[in-house]
């Protein structure tokens, strides 16, 4: 019987220079079989957590009215903040809105949990069938009126785990979808919490900002887990879609438990992890064990989508003609909905050192313009961490020199893409900090969304040898 899935790997340089150490990106992707078509009447049940911010900043409008009418001034989580009368819905609106018509697309099997979350959580349902209608609705109503102070959502997140570890859900998947709109009070617990779902219950946290949130936070916390997301929300209209996007994805999911695990050869030295499909994600440096092996935790993937790793590995030197082998990658992963569990898929990844100087100038264009999209949110995430130190007064004037040259290199790297609409973004967030020394949080926010969103690339090919 076929594979459910079937590992490639690509190498941006698949012969190396004999006698040299080098480095080599390597691009691993797991795709579904196209052959195959198991499952498809087998739709996994969902548990749906949801994890609402209610700080005092969640009753700011979703966007900018210019109708909007001043009823009244007051101070909302210690800054100025005026009372108005508008169409636009408030980012608290906005969040009931979405979690209703969330509830009433789960089916009889799903479930649902609501937590709201200022500086301490609010409780308001705990694995409920969204047939509960009345349930549903009094919780709704409670989540337009709860909250109103600062930002932990440390507490929020510590809830979830408790919800999880005193109930059964049974057999379903689970997914933790996060609305936040500030920047929180105790990130480190956040980030935290975040790992310990991941890690003990396997939840995957996909989250979303608005308003003033710090997108660079929510891309730690959704890079908790390799199966998380993020993104930034500017309209009540976007806020639909994301949330429904998750959903439609976790009612399609195939395989659970998944984990690609990576035996390396002790020779080696690895570097930086990306993750760059479905969506890209800046993961950080890939840390072996003793033994050599890492285990990423893909935890769950959807019927026909394939993922994508990217990472770093500096090799030793070589004599000519001589095969080394990088790493050897395993595929292990459960069919519940086929009845088939710890099914596993394996390859070898190789590469080959040669005195032939043309085969040595070869060079895999899919996995360096893979590479180039990646760069971008590490870079962008870099050109944060420098505009908060500014900001802060713990950043000196090369740290100026710093971020020019970053928007320079960007707005080059996207024309060079052909993106000429994105290069023009990077070009006004140059402008804006030769004139102001700042960078306005929405730019950033929304750069750093942009660079999750993965262009449709080839696919990597095995190479055979």
């Known amino acids: 019987m076929p594979e459910a899935f079937r ?8 012969y190396l220079e004999q006698g040299k150490p080098e480095d080599v990106y ?33 009753d700011f409008l979703v966007r900018h009215d210019p ?7 007051g101070v ?9 009368v508008s169409n636009v819905p408030s980012r608290r609106e906005m969040a009931c809105t979405v979690v209703q018509k969330l509830a009433e697309r789960l089916g009889p099997e799903d479930m649902i949990s609501l937590v709201a979350c200022d500086d301490k959580p609010h409780v308001l349902l705990q694995q409920i069938s969204p047939m509960a209608a009345d349930t549903v609705l009094s919780a709704l109503r409670t989540l337009g009126t709860v909250g109103g102070g600062g930002t932990a959502l440390g507490q929020g997140l510590a809830a979830i785990r408790d919800i999880l570890t005193s109930h059964d859900d049974g057999q379903r998947t689970r997914k933790l979808v996060l609305l936040t709109d500030g920047e929180d009070e105790d990130p480190h617990q956040a980030l935290l919490e975040a790992q310990t779902l991941g890690q003990q219950f396997s939840v995957p946290v996909v989250a979303f900002g608005t308003g003033e949130c710090k997108v660079a936070f929510l891309t730690e916390v959704a890079r908790s887990n390799l199966a998380g997301g993020f993104n930034h929300i500017r309209h009540e209209t ?8 998750v959903l439609k994805g976790q009612k399609n999911i195939q395989a659970t438990n998944v984990t690609l695990k990576l035996w390396l050869s002790p020779e080696l030295h690895v570097r930086e992890l990306y993750r760059t499909r479905p969506e ?12 050599n092996q890492v285990a990423l935790r893909l935890e769950q993937m959807e019927h026909g989508k394939a993922y994508e790793f990217l990472f770093r590995c500096s090799l030793p030197a070589r004599g000519p003609n001589q095969r080394f082998r990088i790493a050897k990658a395993s595929l292990q992963y459960d069919l519940p909905g086929e009845g088939l569990l710890q099914q ?27 590479l180039s999209r990646a760069e971008v949110q590490r870079q962008v995430l870099f050109l944060q961490a420098k505009m908060d130190a500014l900001q802060q007064g713990r950043a000196a004037d090369r740290d100026k020199a710093i971020v020019a040259k970053l928007l320079h290199a960007l707005i080059q790297k996207f024309q060079d893409f052909g993106d000429q609409a994105t290069a023009n973004q990077y070009r006004a967030m140059q402008e804006e900090f030769l004139k102001k020394g700042t960078i306005s949080q929405e730019m950033l926010n929304r750069s750093l969304a942009a660079s999750s969103r993965a262009e449709e690339l080839v696919v990597a090919q095995d190479i055979d040898f």
């Open 238 to 245: 976007d806020a639909e879609q994301y949330f429904f996007q």
């Open 26 to 58: 390597v691009l691993v992707a797991v795709e579904p079989d196209p052959a195959l078509n198991r499952g498809s009447q087998s739709k996994l049940p969902v548990h749906l957590l949801l994890l609402v911010d209610v700080s005092g900043s969640m």
């Open 67 to 73: 109708n909007a009418q001043k009823v009244g001034e």
């Open 7 to 14: 590992l490639r790997w690509k190498l941006d340089r698949p």
């Open 344 to 370: 596993t898929v394996e390859t070898n990844i190789v590469v080959e050192f040669t005195a032939d100087a043309a085969r040595i100038q070869e060079r895999s264009g899919d996995v360096r313009r893979v």
């Open 280 to 291: 890209i994600l800046y993961v950080g440096n890939l840390e072996p064990d003793p033994n």
């Open 76 to 84: 909302t989580e210690g800054k100025a903040a005026q009372h108005v």
